[in-house]
């Protein structure tokens, strides 16, 4: 019996050497309904908050609910078809930024929340978490519910826990619980100006 990391591996392939731990990284939707220990989530949050960051300002906040109560909570501001398969996820944390410092506004907190987003993502698939990123909810409706301040912008919402099997997925969406591959990487870089082949 493959392991799933073998899958993964039958899908991807980079074209230059680069850590493993990069490749095996994706984001399926089935979870199980298996509870993530504390500890183990800690370590995934601290992971994300050694990010890097401008002035190392940490504009990070992550609003965790990992009780069914709090889960409930963030559920009516979940699109549908998000919510068919992420009910059953035991852990959800959305992803805010503080848009201003006491310098004024703060013009990287989105790319180095996204930095943050990326630390968490990976140390989840070190610790055997899968995560999933996702922005079709009403933001507005969520920054209402979580009393979120205006001066925070909400960036995405992340399931986190153990995977479980595509056949535990609603019929629809079973197709799609395959690792996605990625476009040659020179199909995005430019040299020297924008537009300009890298060669």
């Not at 993964?8 to 490749?23: G, N, S």
């Not at 401008?54 to 699109?79: H, L, S, Y």
């Not at 989105?110 to 943050?116: L, M, S």
């Amino acid at each position: 019996m493959s392991t799933l990391k073998e899958e993964v591996a039958q899908v991807r392939q980079a074209a230059y050497p680069i850590d493993p731990a990069v490749l095996n990284r994706w984001s399926p939707r089935s979870f199980l309904e298996k509870e993530v220990p504390e500890n183990t989530l800690l370590s995934v949050l601290e992971a994300a908050h050694w990010a890097p960051s401008a002035f190392n300002a940490q504009p990070w906040r992550f609003i965790v609910a990992r009780t069914r109560e709090q889960r409930e909570k963030f559920f009516p501001f979940i699109g549908e078809f998000n919510r068919s398969w992420c009910e059953k996820a035991p852990v959800l944390v959305l992803i805010v930024s503080k848009t201003v410092t006491d310098k004024g506004e703060f013009p990287s907190h989105a790319f180095d929340t996204g930095a943050a987003w990326g630390f968490l993502a990976l140390e989840a698939a070190k610790q055997g978490l899968a995560t999933h990123a996702m922005t079709g909810f009403d933001f507005a409706k969520a920054r209402e519910i979580l009393e979120i301040p205006e001066d925070h912008a909400i960036q995405a919402l992340v399931a986190i826990g153990y995977q479980g099997a595509k056949e535990n997925l609603p019929e629809g969406i079973r197709a799609r619980e395959v690792p996605s591959q990625r476009v040659p990487v020179k199909d995005v870089l430019y040299e020297g100006s924008f537009g300009k082949s890298f060669k």
